[in-house]
């Protein structure tokens, strides 16, 4: 998945995880956050960063992009929602509804089998 398809409603079966994919340029100070409390304790997340196949190291490291890998593991059978801001630290202060920035969601489900 990508920021393409925010909205999107996914499943999680067994122990195959779902993958998202996100543009992102750590060194501008935005980075994507993930809203915890709205998994609802149904799956688990790791992410990595990969730096774009182009990058010159020798070049400045501003505008440095790449993509945000996440991988989304279920953990109990029921639904929760991957939620990601697009912001700088201190403009996303936790508060999903309040924020007018770039945010995207997915709604995810899960079950064991």
Wanted: cysteine-free; aromatic content about 18%; proline content about 5%.
């Amino acid at each position: 998945m990508t920021s393409d398809n925010s909205g999107s409603q996914v499943q999680l079966i067994g122990e195959i995880p779902a993958y998202f994919r996100f543009d992102s340029n750590p060194s501008t100070g935005y980075k994507l956050i993930v809203d915890d409390a709205a998994a609802n304790g149904i799956f688990s997340f790791d992410q990595q960063f990969e730096r774009f196949a182009d990058y010159d190291p020798a070049a400045p490291v501003m505008g440095a992009g790449g993509t945000n890998l996440f991988w989304l593991t279920g953990l109990k059978q029921g639904s929760g929602v991957f939620r990601i801001a697009y912001a700088r630290p201190w403009e996303y202060k936790g508060d999903w509804e309040a924020f007018e920035g770039t945010k995207f969601t997915y709604n995810i489900g899960f079950s064991p089998s």
